[in-house]
């Protein structure tokens, strides 16, 4: 696999690099859940959807205003005439259009009204200003739902590019960093972890993306009560844990992908964020440690140096270097004998 190419389930930013292909009638499931569609839209759609929703609602009604006064005979009537318009002073589609947009954003300048002889003309204004407000509540709602989602605060959430697999507490563990780029607090934060990799069943069946739990936890709790200095969750590597056959020799040859998933919540608004990347075999450094990055201030205090945020160094424990060495000479004996 060392050659091969290295494919990527979710990117290092936490998106998705899987793509939906040929499935039939997907517009109509989409428009099935036209909310979700409307709030998942760029900006740039949604702002699109906006302006036309108010130009195209303003100018429908308009036509219809107009279709109304001219089946009753309004235009090209002279002033003195004795002839009652649907709506006064609209001989013109312009004169339509401002209607419509005065009525719809209720300016009522007072120029341009609907007579009480056109029952016709009364309906559609009622229908116009029902309809439009629902479009509006709809189209604004989904302005305000789009703008608190919790997917931006998500992006403030920085994980260590690199996981390293060194000894924690006499135990060997794969370890991954994790920091909040805000002050504000994010609490009750759980970090968890899925193991994707090729996997052949008793059957003989391959099941190209397997899945398996992979558990992190703080010290000895998995639920951290808070997020406000970077952290380092831990994984052991025991007799539990789908990785418990990586070696740093194997790491060459392995063929996996580690997608780890924090959920938080945001103590300004309590609502629940959730922020992910992968970890490749590329992406583990056997026998390495996170260099520290608190520091005590000289006034007090605690500062927090991101520089160091994402430097590793070597671990003290030379076992492990060792057992690294010792395995590349058996490997290396077994090759001879074959």
Known sequence: MSGAVRRRLVSKDGHSSVRIDNVEGMVKLYLHDIWTTVVDMKWR?????????????????????????????????????????????????TGAYLFSLESQTTIGYGFRHISEECPLAIFTLVAQLVFTGLAEIFVTAAFLAKLARPKKRAETILFSQLAVVCRHQGKLCLMVRVANMRKSLLIQCQLSGKLFSPYVTEEGEKILLHQEPVDFQLDSSQECPFLLLPLTFYHMLDESSPLVSLTAESLKTRDFELVVTLNATMESTASTCQSRTSYLPQDVRWGYEFIPLLFSAPGGGYITDFDYFDKIQESSDSSLLQKSVTEKLQLEEEYRKE
């Not at 303003?58 to 219809?64: A, D, K, M, T």
């Not at 309004?74 to 002839?83: C, K, T, V, Y």
Request: net charge negative.
């Open 45 to 93: 759609y949604k702002l699109t959807l906006f302006v036309s929703t108010f130009l195209g609602t303003w100018f429908i009604f308009g036509v219809l205003f107009y279709l109304i006064a001219m089946s009753n005979g309004d235009l090209g009537q002279a002033p003195e005439s004795n002839h009652t318009p649907c709506v006064m002073n609209v001989a013109t589609l």
